[in-house]
């Protein structure tokens, strides 16, 4: 197991017990490093940590201060190269190159520099300020003022501008992920903003050569490597945030279109009454998580909110009494207090071989990132019925298809009808502008799908600088839920045909239907109905039945009439 820097240098006794608490709780104040804490707190200097660096991560030091190596090293890496990648060439050993970081992160600049000298290259660790004024006597001042000898964007080439200029961006449009594809006389980059791409700019198509490299290694990908997918991760900070980055390259006809999804770190997880749950729904839901054993299901389509929707039920249950254990892929959010496991198929480390060795934890609570095979399915059915209470998510329509689903995996029917709890279904629709939503009368079709009268008036769109000119921003939860009781796990249990068990539910009024909190959200102002058409089915126009006259209809008796974060129309 590798020792943390603080243990390699008390080890040492290049730093105090109490000096390293120190340093820690400078930490909690400022995103900064354990190493940086240390040397600022005046613990100990930017060498000694260097030198315990380099024994972590296990390479060679080189100690660089007031020398430069040989112009004849030097010279075979370009300038601008040098202080893009932040590395210095020292010496030639056994026929490879022997380049100086500051940082043991940085090792990944071995492939890139393996491939632009066409030689092997080995990476040794300096101290940073020994090592940036060796770039200076041997390249010259770079443009540009110094960037923090912590952060990997420390050159100030174009290419690196681009980079920090598309992450400002991005944050400060509220952007969810970053989309850069290449054309044959552009490049395009796109942000998706509340659900919806928008095209932030396009660059001339010779730009994207650098730009994709830069990527690659900055997210320690294979840069040679053009014909296959690849996944990696950036830690990067923009706009004042702490941003992971979940980087996604695929081959196209192009080039390497590249996807960057931006997870804020240190942005806070929204509780349940957050979400936007009409009250029935929020008091159903949070009735179901308090169980004490089964499963309970979210569904849904990628990008429709269902880890926020189970973070937000972890965060309600996490209390000292309760052990709660997740396996996910990838773990998005660290929640403290939880223990986290990120699966990795490559070395066999799957969601059921992971949860079969939860069970040995003995946990009261665990979340299944998704159930994905039959294996998966009955393993966290078999916990719930063994004790446990299990979350995870499946990819179906809406709620009564979860069921049909498992049973597609060939799941047995007995063991979903003895162990599933519930299913909650969900949706994310753009929520209108505060800032500039007006109250207008209904169109006719707005009255017929909602059953309104004559004169009826609902809030709509308008455009503003606030939200970009688009009358949305932000986005709300839409939501459907399905109980199983007695009924209709009989139901479950003896019928052969899936549509008898929908049939069931609507008939019971055990499942309340997206769209009737879909209407609900529209009636309260929350939404429009363009919006509440992309989530539900085409047919609710052209059937104005009960739901359609009655929005509330399809929801239980005290449903909410909107979210409580919900604007109210005036």
């Known amino acids: 197991m590798r020792k943390r820097l603080g243990e390699i240098l008390m080890a040492q006794g290049a730093i105090t017990e109490e000096q390293l608490r120190a340093a820690l709780a400078l930490q909690k104040t400022r995103t900064i490093l354990t190493g940086q804490a240390l040397v600022e707190s005046g613990a100990t200097d930017q060498t000694t940590v260097a030198r315990a660096l380099a024994l972590q991560a296990r390479l060679p030091f080189v100690d660089l201060a007031g020398r430069v190596p040989p112009r004849r090293v030097t010279g075979l890496l370009d300038a601008a190269v040098a202080w893009e990648q932040e590395v210095l060439p020292v010496k030639e050993s056994d026929g490879a190159l022997v380049v100086a970081v500051a940082d043991p992160a940085k090792v990944v600049v071995a492939d890139t520099l393996r491939f632009l000298l066409d030689r092997d290259i080995a990476v040794a660790m300096a101290a940073p300020d020994a090592l940036r004024k060796a770039l200076e006597q041997a390249y010259g001042l770079r443009d540009g003022p110094p960037a923090p000898e912590t952060s990997p964007e420390s050159a100030e080439s174009?290419?690196?501008?681009?980079?920090?200029?598309?992450?400002?961006?991005?944050?400060a449009a509220r952007a969810s992920d970053i989309h850069i594809e290449p054309f044959p006389n552009k490049v395009r980059i796109r942000y998706r903003v509340d659900g919806q791409l928008r095209i932030a700019a396009e660059h001339p198509a010779d730009v994207f050569s650098s730009?994709?490299?830069?990527?690659?290694?900055?997210?320690?990908?294979?840069?040679?490597?053009?014909?296959?997918?690849?996944?990696?991760?950036?830690?990067?900070?923009?706009?004042?945030?702490?941003?992971?980055?979940?980087?996604?390259?695929?081959?196209?006809?192009?080039?390497?279109?590249?996807?960057?999804?931006l997870l804020d770190r240190e942005a806070n997880l929204i509780s349940l009454e957050e979400l936007g749950m009409s009250r029935r729904g929020l008091d159903w839901f949070q009735r179901t998580i308090e169980r004490p054993n089964g499963i309970v299901l979210v569904t849904g389509p990628t990008g429709s909110g269902k880890t926020t929707t189970l973070y937000a039920a972890l965060a309600q249950l996490n209390r000292a009494d309760r052990k709660i254990l997740t396996v996910e892929d990838p773990v998005e959010y660290r929640i403290k207090g939880i223990n986290q496991v990120q699966v990795h198929p490559k070395i066999g480390l799957?969601?059921?071989?992971?949860?079969?060795?939860?069970?040995?934890?003995?946990?009261?609570?665990?979340?299944?990132?998704e159930i994905r095979d039959k294996e998966t399915a009955e393993t966290?059915?078999?916990?719930?019925?063994?004790?446990?209470?299990?979350?995870?998510?499946?990819?179906?329509?809406?709620?009564?298809?979860?069921?049909?689903?498992?049973?597609?995996?060939?799941?047995?029917?007995?063991?979903?009808?003895?162990?599933?709890?519930g299913v909650l279904a969900q949706r994310l629709v753009r929520r209108l502008c505060a800032a500039c939503t007006v109250l207008e009368p209904a169109t006719p079709l707005e009255r017929r799908i909602l059953g309104l009268a004559e004169?009826?008036?609902?809030?709509?769109?308008?455009?503003?600088?606030?939200?970009?000119?688009?009358?949305?921003?932000?986005?709300?939860?839409?939501?459907?839920?399905?109980?199983?009781?007695?009924?209709?796990r009989e139901v479950l249990f003896r019928s052969r045909d899936p549509s008898e068990f929908r049939r069931a539910a609507a008939e019971r009024g055990s499942w309340s239907p997206l769209r009737a909190d879909a209407a609900e959200k529209v009636l309260a102002g929350a939404t429009s109905v363009n919006e509440m058409l992309l989530v539900t089915r085409v047919e609710a126009v052209e059937?104005?039945?009960a739901p359609a006259a009655e929005p509330n209809a399809a929801a239980p008796p005290g449903a909410a009439a909107a979210s409580p974060t919900a604007p109210v129309p005036s």
């Open 543 to 545: 059937e104005p039945a």
């Open 380 to 421: 966290a059915i078999q916990a719930s019925l063994t004790g446990h209470l299990v979350f995870s998510t499946v990819h179906t329509n809406d709620a009564p298809s979860a069921v049909t689903r498992l049973l597609d995996m060939g799941v047995p029917a007995f063991l979903i009808a003895t162990s599933l709890q």
């Open 455 to 488: 004169g009826a008036q609902l809030r709509h769109p308008r455009g503003c600088r606030e939200c970009s000119r688009t009358g949305y921003r932000g986005r709300v939860g839409v939501f459907e839920w399905l109980t199983l009781d007695e009924r209709l």
């Open 211 to 261: 730009l994709i490299s830069h990527i690659k290694v900055s997210a320690g990908l294979d840069i040679a490597e053009k014909r296959k997918p690849q996944d990696g991760r950036i830690e990067h900070a923009a706009g004042g945030r702490e941003l992971d980055v979940r980087v996604s390259v695929l081959p196209g006809n192009h080039g390497e279109a590249c996807v960057m999804r």
């Open 158 to 171: 174009p290419v690196v501008r681009l980079v920090q200029r598309m992450f400002e961006e991005a944050v």
């Open 350 to 369: 799957d969601f059921a071989r992971v949860l079969r060795a939860f069970l040995r934890q003995a946990p009261n609570v665990v979340l299944v990132g």
